[in-house]
């Protein structure tokens, strides 16, 4: 398992934007960002596999949210764009040792997870 480091989070008003970033103490062949809000399941945000390259944003935050990962592969970052108060959660972000099929509601294949890191959007 490798150790997950979440920073960025922080307080916006609506309409504006975050960066969240994930440093992960070595290499992990699939990476996601997961949020949750009180009372509520955690729930896909974005992940990356190194399989293909390709990215996957939920289908309800396409055109907000982007996923990148650095060349290294050992640094996950998320931008929010035009944040609603909807988007206030808790952040996660989750590293597995295996490609995973459908890495944004896989949740139990990921094996380590970072501590979170808190988003408020105010209004």
């Known amino acids: 398992q490798v150790q997950l480091v979440e920073s960025g989070g922080g307080s916006v008003q609506a309409g504006g934007s975050l960066s969240l970033s994930c440093a992960a103490s070595?290499?992990?062949?699939?990476m996601a960002w997961f949020r949750q809000t009180p009372g509520k399941d955690r729930e896909g945000v974005g992940c990356?596999?190194?399989?293909?390259?390709?990215?996957f944003i939920s289908d309800s935050l396409k055109g907000r949210f982007t996923i990148s990962r650095d060349n290294a592969k050992t640094t996950l970052s998320l931008q929010m764009d035009n944040l609603i108060s909807e988007d206030t959660a808790m952040y996660y972000c989750?590293?597995?040792?295996?490609?995973?099929?459908?890495?944004?509601?896989?949740?139990?294949?990921?094996?380590?997870w970072g501590q979170g890191t808190q988003v408020t959007v105010t209004v």
């Open positions: 990356m596999s190194d399989s293909d390259g390709r990215a």
């Open positions: 989750a590293a597995s040792t295996a490609w995973i099929s459908d890495c944004l509601s896989g949740i139990r294949w990921y094996q380590s």
């Open positions: 070595g290499y992990s062949k699939t």
